[in-house]
């Protein structure tokens, strides 16, 4: 079965860290760009970061640039999002996205369930 | 960044109702926008993508159109299912961006 399963979240304190995880299944992972969007509770979608197959390009939002790390593991059919210096704004639920096929389809044509972020004290 | 302006917020509709719901971006994309339809509680789907081509599976009731700066969204004959929240997604540069949603409700 084609899918994400993101895992990782939780309840953190302000200022603490938090490593999200994304294992993909069903398609050959390495072939594609992938991506993290976040919805904040009641909210819209926002885009946080993405990573190319092979890790040579990577972007942040600029609300978590300097903060987050991107990586991913082809290997372990894995996506990863590194949390550093949470902030309350950082909670929302945190979506893995592969992009869609062809040339420049950086549209999300798959998403995962989502794994919810709460940072509070 | 570019600056994806949904409209409107929010709408009421009876089925079989044709709704259109609208993008606009601060700078010219091409055709690098997707549509999302999201309800309560699942992750966002994928409708459209590149403007207009319809991603596998949807129906044909859903279109789109636009390119440059203008985009349309369109559910010709609305059914009960479609009720939930829209996004649009341009994908012409970094950073993305989504509009800020419809929410299409029932009447």
């Known amino acids: 079965e084609v899918q994400l399963v993101e895992s990782g979240g939780g309840l953190v304190q302000p200022g603490r860290s938090l490593r999200l995880s994304c294992a993909a299944s069903?398609?050959?992972?390495?072939?594609?760009?992938m991506h993290w969007v976040r919805q904040a509770p009641g909210k819209g979608l926002e885009w946080v970061s993405g990573?190319?197959?092979?890790?040579?390009?990577?972007g942040y939002a600029d609300s978590v640039k300097g903060r987050f790390t991107i990586s991913r593991d082809n290997a372990k059919n894995s996506l990863y999002l590194q949390m550093n210096s949470l902030r309350a704004e950082d909670t929302a639920l945190y979506y893995c996205a592969k992009v869609g096929d062809g040339y420049k389809a950086w549209y999300f044509d798959l998403w995962g369930r989502g794994t919810l972020v709460t940072v509070s004290s | 960044a570019i600056r994806i302006t949904q409209s409107p917020s929010s709408l009421s509709a009876s089925t079989g109702d044709r709704v259109t719901i609208t993008c606009r971006a601060s700078?010219?994309?091409?055709?690098?926008l997707a549509w999302y339809q999201q309800k309560p509680g699942k992750a966002p789907k994928l409708l459209i993508y590149?403007?207009?081509t319809l991603q596998s599976g949807v129906p044909s009731r859903f279109s789109g159109s636009g390119s440059g700066t203008d985009f349309t969204l369109t559910i010709s004959c609305l059914q009960s299912e479609d009720f939930a929240t829209y996004y649009c997604q341009q994908y012409y540069s970094y950073p993305w961006t989504f509009g800020q949603g419809t929410k299409v409700e029932i009447k």
């Open positions: 700078q010219g994309i091409s055709s690098y």
């Open positions: 990573i190319s197959w092979n890790s040579g390009s990577i």
């Open positions: 590149a403007a207009s």
């Open positions: 069903g398609f050959t992972f390495d072939d594609y760009a």
